[in-house]
């Protein structure tokens, strides 16, 4: 705010000694802020804000009418013009801002902080009649929802949280192998940077903005378009129609196709990151191939009444999903995490799972060792949220003692002999 308030006074005393009161606040708007909402360089407000929001949403080339529509917006304050809410707002910076922002934003604070200042000893400013209020209501579930760091937010909650199962092969630290091999189109991940690779993404159209449902980066990884990493997760499962509802919206607010939070389709509440434990269920044959599995792990806790019972957790910690194989004999899968809400994000972007917002997140910080129980679940319709999923009655289950070592080679392997009937589970499951 200091800086706003020294930044305001500076534009005036420019304003003063290049003849400010010479001009009238009409002829200022004409020559120095309408040449800005004409710049091919847009507004500073698209740093942040990615759909609805640029000063030329608000501003026209009528200086009267853009005073009195952003006054009936409560944006100026006529009282003290330096403390305007659209000047705050212009004077909004982050980590992130780049040179082309910096640039884009001081001229608008100098142009637009000297046309409000003036504008605001101007009678004739002053006395236009206000528009209609109602009408300049902002949907302001569709700003937030629009928002680069709300974006950001669900790109990692969505796609990045799944990343390691790509990164041996397209993470450019780690797939120099696969680039002798197949070329350098290979790498399209930027380590530690979720909003780099999503831009990656775009730029190599891996998802596309003109056909979102046909975006390489789902068909690879469902393994449609012969994919040389075959498949990595089942089509229609959780993770496939988290990354398709991503990419449909993505495409949505980049083509600016929402007019209303109303359009804005509704994600899984549940937020999943994947862990490097792999599992495979061998000897299936009862299970119809192609079934749709999942596996929900519950940690199983030592009660502390003192008598020696154990008691499972009735909230899995993790979960992981795949079809039985065509043969009927195997089922196999990588486990994810289940994380806190993924659509409670509050304004300020923190969150109380740690590295989560910035990609950083260690599973090994989270998923403690220890003695688990592993539910076998069959699932008719695999279109059920994950939510549902995970409420309906296992077929069978089994307890382990310990979690086992991260990788492909280390998966630990059960046969489905090796489960117990749900129904003949007598221990008590908790509260
Ligand atoms: C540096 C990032 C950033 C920039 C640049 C930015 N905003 Fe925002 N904007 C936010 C954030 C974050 C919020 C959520 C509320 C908050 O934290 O202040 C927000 C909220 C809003 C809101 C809705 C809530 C409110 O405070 O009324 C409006 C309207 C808005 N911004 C308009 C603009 C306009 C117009 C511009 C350009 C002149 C702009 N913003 C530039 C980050 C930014
Ligand atoms: C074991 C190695 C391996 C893994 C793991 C792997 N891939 Fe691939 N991927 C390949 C190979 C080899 C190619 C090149 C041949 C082809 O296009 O299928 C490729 C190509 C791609 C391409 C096309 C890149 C381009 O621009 O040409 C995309 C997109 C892709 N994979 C997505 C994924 C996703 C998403 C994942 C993780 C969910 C993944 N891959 C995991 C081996 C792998």
């Not at 499962?237 to 919206?249: A, L, M, V």
């Not at 009927?328 to 486990?335: A, E, K, Q």
Request: hydrophobic share 35%.
């Amino acid at each position: 705010m200091s800086e706003l308030r020294f930044v305001v006074a500076l534009a005036m005393v420019i304003g003063i000694s290049g003849g400010m009161f010479a001009e009238t606040p009409s002829e200022l708007y004409q020559r120095r802020v309408v040449p800005l909402l004409r710049s091919p360089e847009g507004s500073s407000c698209s740093a942040c804000h990615m759909q609805g929001m640029k000063l030329s949403d608000f501003m026209n080339v009528d200086p009267r009418a853009s005073f009195a529509s952003l006054r009936a917006r409560g944006w100026i304050n006529t009282e003290s013009p330096g403390e305007s809410k659209l000047l705050e707002f212009i004077a909004k910076t982050n980590a992130t801002s780049d040179p082309i922002h910096e640039r884009v934003r001081r001229a608008e604070l100098d142009a637009i902080g000297e046309w409000i200042r003036s504008a605001c000893q101007d009678p004739e400013s002053l006395n236009t009649q206000l528009p209609e209020l109602r009408d300049l209501t902002l949907d302001e579930a569709l700003i937030r929802h629009a928002r680069k760091d709300q974006v950001l937010g669900r790109f990692v909650d969505v796609i990045w949280s799944q990343l390691e199962r790509c990164a041996n092969c397209h993470s450019p630290d780690r797939n120099a192998k696969q680039v002798e091999k197949n070329g350098a189109s290979m790498s399209w991940i930027v380590p530690k940077s979720p909003g780099e690779t999503l831009q990656l993404l775009e730029n190599r159209k891996l998802i596309d903005l003109a056909e979102p449902g046909s975006s390489l980066i789902r068909a690879k990884a469902l393994g449609h378009e012969d994919h040389g990493g075959g498949v990595k997760f089942p089509e229609d499962g959780h993770t496939d129609r988290q990354w398709s509802k991503f990419i449909e919206d993505y495409a949505a607010i980049k083509n600016r196709r929402y007019a209303s939070s109303d359009q804005i389709p509704s994600m899984d509440s549940i937020a999943t990151w994947r862990t490097g434990l792999h599992l495979k269920i061998q000897g299936l044959s009862q299970v119809p191939s192609g079934q749709f599995g999942v596996v929900a792990m519950h940690r199983i806790h030592r009660s502390d009444e003192g008598r020696q019972m154990e008691m499972v957790d009735p909230k899995p910690v993790a979960f992981g999903e795949g079809r039985v194989s065509n043969d009927g004999t195997s089922w196999g899968t990588t486990l994810c995490l289940l994380l806190s809400d993924g659509e409670d994000r509050t304004d300020s972007g923190t969150d109380e799972v740690t590295g989560r917002e910035d990609g950083s997140l260690d599973w090994r910080d989270l998923l403690t060792d220890g003695k688990y129980q592993l539910r076998w679940v069959l699932v008719d319709d695999p279109s059920k949220s994950l939510e549902e999923i995970l409420k309906l009655a296992p077929d069978s289950f089994i307890d382990i003692d310990g979690l086992w070592a991260p990788g492909h080679a280390t998966a630990k392997s059960f046969r489905y002999t090796d489960f117990q009937r749900w129904k003949s589970q007598r221990r008590s499951t908790g509260p």
